[in-house]
């Protein structure tokens, strides 16, 4: 039986975002194909879904402290949510990482997996360690890079620096999209022959449960569809990376020409206030609906309220959203610079910083019914194209490679 | 006597640029887009001119010199018409030379290659008579034989065919509609009284057409020797072989590294050489033989797809709501008498426009089997429909 030790940094139910569902569904995926796999994680917790593989805790954390009060979340977000904690309990998240890299290290001691497959930058220092010191072939696994956080600016040096060695010491790196692939390549010089793409999917579990929208809940949203209101949404971070300012000026530009359109802004980040004031100087605060950070039931009434889901992203390595917003009946608009877009066709795409193509294309979707049918009933067709299941299979073929080669030499 | 009729399609689209909502009412230049862009007719005319229409007219017109048994029929539309008088008008002076030693004849059409005959039939009349003066004009020669855009054909188009006095009308030999009858026979459209109906042998026109290139085909490499064995084979089910296909089958969709130029060349004085074998053009086909038997075709049948229907030009609500859209305003867009504002909505009947808001086979995600103009069927269908609206601003100014 092939043995994976995973080395992750979060998994449901103790996820903040995108990442612990791609983990968590990926493990799933590989168990069932009889892969036996054993996960790292950066804190202590139970995990009542994930009896399929086996976890182990690297620090005696609370997960809330996972991300530290380093550069990854702040001090006062961390402060603020949990107001009584003595603040020497608030370890840095290096001073995690190095506890999780002593773990591993101690771990392989006495362990041999066939592979260590690292999730993202936060743990590939550990990976370089079961590469250099244990001499275990390692996979990086590339969900978001530094650059793609940053905006396609350079973030963080060190970041950079953890991850361009990871990189660099992995023996194959799977990338979410073709997009991430170019950027490993472009920005870290990393050969193209050694990046395999493999793309994330729905969450197996987005579908199943039992979620209901209640029109009642929402009266003003709807009373304003019966008027003849289309309702365009965004979901995520308001961060460089969504582009949201690009967004909002298109908004501007569609609203000129039709002001029977609603955007709904959901998420929360560092660009709120910037994005509340320019909606107010741009003359359509009127027009743009604000919602905070949301998650669960109310998210999912929000994409079953938008008639259009737009991706902004100035850089989106995959885009699971967009998946979610398609199931829920969304037409799409998709940055070309998203990984999603490489797998959706039933779709319109712009770049980026192009918002007179997007106001067109919001324009188009509003004021023709043909044109809005057709994409909502062409991506029913698409969002499900590609399942954990295949996913694990390439996986499964990338471990297995690995494992020849190592064997060979 | 064994006679090929080589008929060959030359055809460009006027294509529309990326047509912005924010240009409505603002600026009506909807096909003049910039040298490098995607939709630059421009260039994509003088690229196919280059890759096809000269070295494969230079072909034809060096074997019609040398042979002069050699012949070819064309069918011309009118918006490649205007863009070689724009970009290239020596191709045009090259028809006519081979038009006027007689061994090149001109198929009519509808001017804008349009799919009007399904939507307006003043409509459709008025492109086929526009198509008809323009061949007078530029060759001095009436078309006597039809071809619908798409080859799309059923008994009613025959019937108007043959009231219009037409020789000889064209479609596709489709084996469901033929069963065990053959092409190679000239036949008679079911409840017509003068008018023959030419079939394309789709067997070995696709042959060069689709397959001359194709590595994993079986036969690769196609050879002269072998092409015309088969002919000679397929010459047991009837003496003529028409061989249909689009002009830029040439240099364009087979490239000149593929051989097809030094096929061609090599293949005609080959075929001239036997002295039972000759070319014919499509009047000639149709005066050489007597019909063999009555066909009927109720439904519309194309020469696309293996569906050989109108679906990848009128299946789906963009292509059926772009065409309805566009043919509403067919007479507000006459009464104007605003020429310019006619030609504009006229270039949008163009059956490439439908076509490019196929999603057939879109979902499939092998864009790279798909070839546009633009960037999905859903851009080209938003573009499309803001040249409308702009039309639609000019006829109410």
Redesign the interface.
Known sequence: MMKILMLGWELPPHNSGGLGVACFNLAKALARQGVNIEFVVPYDADHPDANFMKILPATHLDPIYRYGGGSYASMNVLEELIPSVDKEVLVSIREIQKQYCDYVDKYLKNHRPDVVHAHDWLTYEAGIIAKKGHNVPLIAHVHATEFDRAGMHSGNPLIHEIEYEGLMMADRIIAVSETTKRIIHDKYRIPLSKIDVVYNSLDENYDKGNYCFDEKTYRYIESLKQSGHTIISTVGRFTIQKGLPNLMRAAALAISKNPKLIFIFAGDGEERNELINMAAELGIAKNVIFTGFIRGKKLRDIYTLADIFVMSSVSEPFGLTALEAAHHGDVLILTNQSGVSEIIWSALKYDFWDKQKLADEILAVANNSALKESLQENVQNEYRKISWNQVAKKCLKIYNRIIKHKRNH | MRAICLYLHIHQPIRYR?Y???DVANDSNYYNDHYDSRQSNERIFKKVANKSYRPMLNLLENNMQRFPEFKVSFSITGTWLEQAERWAPELIAQIDRMVKSGQAEIVGETYYHSLAYFYNLDEFNDQVLMHSQKIERLFGVTPKVFRNTEFAYNDSLAKWADEKGYKGILAEGWDKILGWRSPNHVYRPAGCENIKLLLKNYRLSDDIAFRFSNRAWAEWPLTVPKYTDWINMDCLRGNLINLFMDFETFGEHQWEDTGIFNFMNAFIPDWLSKYENKFVTVSEACDLYEPADEISMPDTITWADTERDLSAWLS???Q???MQELYNLRDQILSTNDGQLIADWRYLTTSDHPYSMC?KY??D?D?HAYFSAY??P??S??YF??VLRDIEFRIKK
């Open positions: 990326e912005s909502i924010f789906n609500k963009m059926v709501s772009a999603t879109w979902n995600g864009v960037a999905s859903y851009e269908f938003m429909m803001n």
